[in-house]
């Protein structure tokens, strides 16, 4: 899906800003880890398969940011994290909580970069 | 196909969203007047408390959508197919779809410039701004959103006082009664209500009511009322209400049938909804309709349940019937009242206040007969009345948010071969709103006669004891190797901790080794126990309860350099709570320097074996309580299992340490030591049995070796020994462990030898292991940053955690 932010600022220049987390190989396969962007908590996990996915820190469950410490497994073919709160699991994917779909968690683009881990929280 | 949606709030997400996930092709434009993404209004009053916008708002839906942000539409022109926004761009559709929402109703009462209302979240915002500078608040409303509203103003710190023009608080909700009970709700958080008057001006700093009340206010919110958006379609000639609205027929087409109108803007069937579920329906209509299908919107139902300040409140059905049935009572503050047909034997409706329990199991039943006398169910709750799922008729509502029968779940049950309540609701919907109903699956999966099977979870066909046998034969090593040769997909929290405890107790090592550190739940994985805040707590290791006065005096120093709440466990240990993860290491390295090691509170493990002073200075003590509790808890520190383990000795039969309680509990005797096993604390309390008498310190601590080793062996995950040992059977037991019956003693005997032989301080390993502490650090990019989330408050001279606001209950 396209998202056109109509701010009048920023109308013009919308090149994505990448914000450099960690090196890839500070990442532990099925692990997440919690970084700090522009004041947002951002939970970043590394796939079995070596995908990265960023996300929303925030468990909308208990209100602590907590995510990037859940167990990250899959649920089908969907990777997921669980939250270490109370269990439920969120997509890495979408954000969805698939133990109750009206709830979800941001996510946000992450990429390796020259080995380093970025992710665009604008 | 060209689809454009004008407004971006819950309804148009929605009618997007089940647009895209029917597999729509062409071309979807939305646009938002708010410059921002469509965001939860059912959460709102979240924000206020510490919830962040990220967190309300929606997730992206896939697929062919463009959404335009704060991009107001000025003019449809319905010739040309077009719409024309605020700055001049022109969208060209096929398909129109109105999901512009409503606008809060401002009565027009003098000085009502001054006031607030409560829809966005740039409201919230004004909000915000105008009470950091006020003490105290008045919501004109007491309604649903208003009693929101007013739970926002007291978060923000106000004094805080409800106008409602009708004599009782929600009065669309509850009746009379119920509203009385909810006022004693209400009053009792510290708010102050005003009901039967409604406001007659509003000046700077003050409210005056109708009654000529005056209440001193620097913040003033209306919630009396949504008008529909309809100025969009007026101007288009589009066909409205008398009183607002677009009117719609059952397939939510308006006037001009290449324009659709849903959520609360639209009216249907001479009605304009505000609540989410029937939007959502309007929502599922219509793109049902635009894709060609046949789709009606049968009416919403207005039942409701809800948490408002902490209070449940629910009503269903129509609120009123020739006979009711009342169940009040006044101190617990719960008020529950069926109304019933004459012929008492139909459920017309209900409400339900401070207790929403019968909500879920009664409203299905609406228009149908009851098979329990309405007391019956008032008293005992619906479950207590007997009834379940099974007495259901198949056309029953049971999800009245996706509108899902009893007969479309029991129909995907047995065609779709489903198992669990997570399987209902992934393919029928039903559950996946609010919630409410999910007790009722759960009633019906069990009426329908669905076995449960043994498999551990969708990764493994195995129950624990098949995969301890599994890897204990096959000599696995590694959670991968597992799940690649005898499971599928990459687990999940039930089958990677049990896993890891599997691979713990065969093969020893550390827990944060290599693959086995991703195994790991929070716990272990910081070897410390997560609280409600994010923050952990830290638990050394006091054998037996005994300690001495400088290593108290280093926990003592210990909590107070690092800030720590501190308190006695029920375990004779000291709990040190309140700790980031950065600084988990660094209060290990202080406890690890003075002596202590891990406490294994985290595990999933022997925690603590408790002890009476004993015979050593008792006067009525028989034996050595103390002495044998350090040498057990020594023993067994740190063994892995399928749940806790505690235990406790008791140095005479006047057993202090409460020993039959324990996992594993030893009452002196005259002659040596009585071993009780299988009783527990907790939920189920149950008084440990006998399995062997009078043993000397040998023959006790052998015995224990077997119970525990067959024990982690057999026992199904998360099985206390209490379940277990009712399981085997108490006979059974003694003759594997005692008579070994099954002659594996001698391989029970020697996996204990591994253990003790084996056992590290998995702390002082730790700090030993510069790849293992890595994971110590708040954030990955700034690792001595602490948590901005985490606050803390004084309370009785130490440190308790700010309360954190929850989004979804």
């Known amino acids: 899906m396209t998202i056109i932010q109509n701010h009048p600022e920023t109308r013009t220049g919308t090149a994505t800003a990448w914000t450099p987390i960690c090196a890839h190989a500070d990442l532990l396969p099925e692990r997440g880890a919690a970084a700090l962007v522009a004041g947002r908590q951002i939970a970043v996990f590394r796939t079995f398969d070596g995908r990265l996915f960023a996300v929303g820190n925030r468990d909308p469950f208990s209100g602590a940011y907590v995510i990037s410490r859940g167990i990250v497994g899959t649920r089908g073919e969907e990777p997921v994290v669980s939250a270490p709160m109370h269990k439920q699991s969120f997509s890495l994917v979408t954000g969805m909580c698939l133990d109750d779909p009206a709830t979800a968690i941001p996510t946000y683009p992450v990429r390796v970069h020259n080995g380093t881990v970025e992710v665009s929280v604008a | 196909m060209r689809i454009v949606v004008v407004g971006y709030g819950p309804t ?111 409201d919230l915002n004004a909000i915000r701004d105008a009470a950091s500078g006020a003490s105290a608040g008045v919501v004109v409303g007491g309604g649903l959103l208003g009693l929101e509203a007013a739970d926002a103003l007291r978060g923000l710190g106000l004094a805080t006082h409800v106008v409602e023009m009708a004599p009782w608080l929600m009065p669309r909700q509850v009746d009379e ?47 009396a009322g949504i008008r529909p958006r309809d100025e969009l379609a007026f101007q288009a000639g589009l066909e409205l209400g008398e009183r607002g609205g677009i ?73 009123s019937g020739a006979l009711d049935v009342t169940y009040m009572d006044p101190v617990a503050g719960v008020y529950k009242k069926l109304f019933i047909s004459d012929d008492a034997r139909t459920l017309l409706g209900g409400i339900c206040v401070g207790d929403a329990g019968p909500y879920s199991l009664l409203r299905p039943m ?50 779709l071969g489903l198992t669990d309540v997570a399987g209902v609701k992934k393919c029928t919907r039903a559950g996946t709103s609010c919630g409410s109903c999910v007790p009722a699956l759960a009633s019906i999966l069990a009426a329908e006669g669905v076995a449960l099977s043994k498999a551990l979870c969708e990764h493994f066909e195995y129950s624990r ?37 599997i691979l713990a107790s065969l093969n020893g090592g550390h827990v944060l080794e290599g693959e086995q550190a991703a195994l790991q739940d929070t716990n272990d994985h910081f070897l410390a126990n997560l609280q409600k805040n994010g923050t952990y707590s830290v638990v050394p290791r006091i054998p037996g309860g005994e300690i001495t006065p400088e290593k108290l005096i280093v926990i003592g120093e210990v909590a107070r350099d690092f800030g720590l709440y501190t308190k006695i466990t029920g375990g004779q240990r000291i709990d040190l709570l309140g700790a980031r993860v950065e600084q988990l290491p660094k209060i290990w390295k202080r406890l690890v320097d003075a002596g202590f090691e891990s406490g294994h509170a985290y595990g ?7 002890s009476c002073v004993g015979s ?27 749940h806790k383990l505690k235990s406790a000795v008791s140095g005479c039969a006047r057993e202090c340490a409460e020993a039959r309680s324990k996992d594993f509990g030893i009452i002196a005797t005259e002659n040596g030591w009585n071993l009780y096993v299988g009783g527990n604390g907790g939920f189920k309390p149950r008084h440990a049995d006998l399995l ?70 998995e702390w002082r390993a730790t700090l030993d292991d510069p790849d293992k502490l890595r994971r110590f650090v708040s954030f990955v990019n700034a690792p001595d940053t602490p948590d901005p989330s985490i606050v803390f408050e004084t309370e009785r001279d130490q440190i308790k955690p700010v309360l954190l606001e929850v989004t979804r209950a």
């Open chain 2, 692 to 761: 062997a008498s009078d043993l000397s310190d040998d023959e006790l601590v052998r015995t224990i070796d077997r119970f525990l080793m067959f024990y982690i062996r057999t026992a199904d995950r998360l099985q206390r020994t209490s379940a277990w040992v009712q399981a085997i059977g108490l006979d059974y037991l003694r003759d594997v462990i005692v008579g070994d019956s099954l002659g594996i003693c001698a391989d029970l005997d020697a996996a204990m030898e591994r253990h003790v032989g084996g056992y590290f301080d």
């Open chain 2, 247 to 319: 009117v719609v027929d059952d397939a939510m087409r308006t006037s001009d049938p290449a324009i659709y109108a849903i959520g609360e803007c639209a009216l249907v069937g001479g009605m304009v909804y505000g609540l989410v579920a029937p939007c959502f329906s309007m929502a599922e209509v219509a793109a049902d309709r635009i894709l060609g299908g046949e789709a009606v919107f049968t009416g919403g139902d207005l039942s409701a349940k809800l948490k408002l300040l902490g209070v449940d409140v629910a009503s269903f059905g129509q609120l």
């Open chain 2, 604 to 610: 999933k493990a022997l925690r603590t074996v408790k």
């Open chain 2, 465 to 501: 004891p098949e995969l301890f046998d599994i890897v204990r034969v096959r000599g696995i090593t590694t959670f991968s190797q597992l799940i690649t040769e005898h499971g599928r997909g990459r687990g999940c929290d039930i089958c990677k901790p049990a896993v890891a405890s």
């Open chain 2, 366 to 415: 609406v228009g149908r007969e009851l098979s329990a006398s309405p007391s019956d169910l008032l008293f005992a709750g619906a479950g207590g009345a007997g009834l379940s799922g099974a007495d259901f008729p198949d056309d029953a509502q049971v999800c009245s948010c996706n509108n899902v029968t009893k007969g479309q779940i029991c129909t995907a049950i047995h065609e």
């Open chain 2, 177 to 223: 009664g119920g509203g009385a009970v909810l006022r004693g709700h209400v009053e009792r958080l510290g708010l102050s209500v005003h009901t039967g008057t409604g406001l007659n001006r509003i000046e700077p700093d003050k409210v005056v009511l109708a009654d000529g009340t005056e209440i001193d206010a620097g913040v003033v919110v209306f919630s």
């Open chain 2, 12 to 122: 148009a997400h929605r009618l997007v969203e089940s647009l895209t996930g029917r597999g729509f092709t062409g071309t979807i434009t939305v646009l938002g007047e708010e410059p921002r993404h469509a965001y939860d209004r059912v959460a709102l009053t979240s924000y206020l408390t510490g919830a962040t916008l990220e967190d309300l708002t929606y997730p992206a839906p896939e697929g062919p959508a463009t959404v335009r942000l704060a991009e107001r539409v000025t003019e449809i022109d319905r010739d040309r197919r077009v719409v024309v926004t605020a700055g001049g761009h022109e969208e060209p559709y096929d398909v129109l779809v109105l999901a512009t929402g409503s606008a809060p109703f401002v009565p027009p009462v003098p000085g009502a410039e001054h006031a607030f209302v409560y829809r966005t979240i740039d």
């Open chain 2, 616 to 642: 050593t200075w008792c006067r009525y003590g028989v034996q050595d309580s103390v002495g044998m509790a350090i040498a057990l808890e020594l023993r067994y520190r740190g063994l892995r299992s399928p």
